[in-house]
């Protein structure tokens, strides 16, 4: 397993942008896909975004497509979340996670938790209304 390290999080008034960092080992990811997942109190953790690390495809929660855009950088060592136009109801732990192998319909299975088999430590996304 890949060991992830988030970093990034904060607090952030409605409106107001942040941008998460994704640190993979310190080395190039050459897996199949890294992503983001959130998880507020009291609810499931919840699919936002994911990238095919070699393809730089991307796929999107509904609730945050035209909000967020995650990226790799070059080198592909890091993988980045820009969030715009926070809502109150963006406020989770968001988790960075990691997948090596390929998987049929990735569009489907990349958005179910129990594919990923590492997880960052998460970092804290407060938005104050």
């Known amino acids: 397993q890949v060991q992830l390290v988030e970093s990034g999080g904060g607090l952030v008034q409605a409106g107001g942008s942040l941008r998460l960092s994704c640190a993979a080992s310190g080395r190039s990811f050459s897996g199949y896909a890294m992503g983001w997942f959130r998880q507020a109190p009291g609810k499931e953790r919840e699919f936002v975004a994911a990238?095919?690390?070699?393809?730089?495809?991307?796929y999107y929660a509904d609730s945050v497509k035209g909000r967020f855009a995650i990226s790799r950088d070059n080198a592909k060592t890091t993988m980045f979340l820009q969030m715009n136009s926070l809502e109150p109801e963006d406020s989770a732990l968001y988790y960075c996670?990691?997948?090596?192998?390929?998987?049929?319909?990735?569009?489907?299975?990349?958005?179910?938790?129990?594919?990923?088999?590492?997880w960052g430590q998460g970092t804290q996304v407060t938005v104050s209304s």
């Open positions: 990238i095919r690390w070699r393809e730089n495809i991307t």
């Open positions: 996670s990691a997948r090596e192998g390929r998987i049929a319909s990735p569009g489907y299975y990349l958005r179910q938790p129990a594919q990923w088999y590492s």
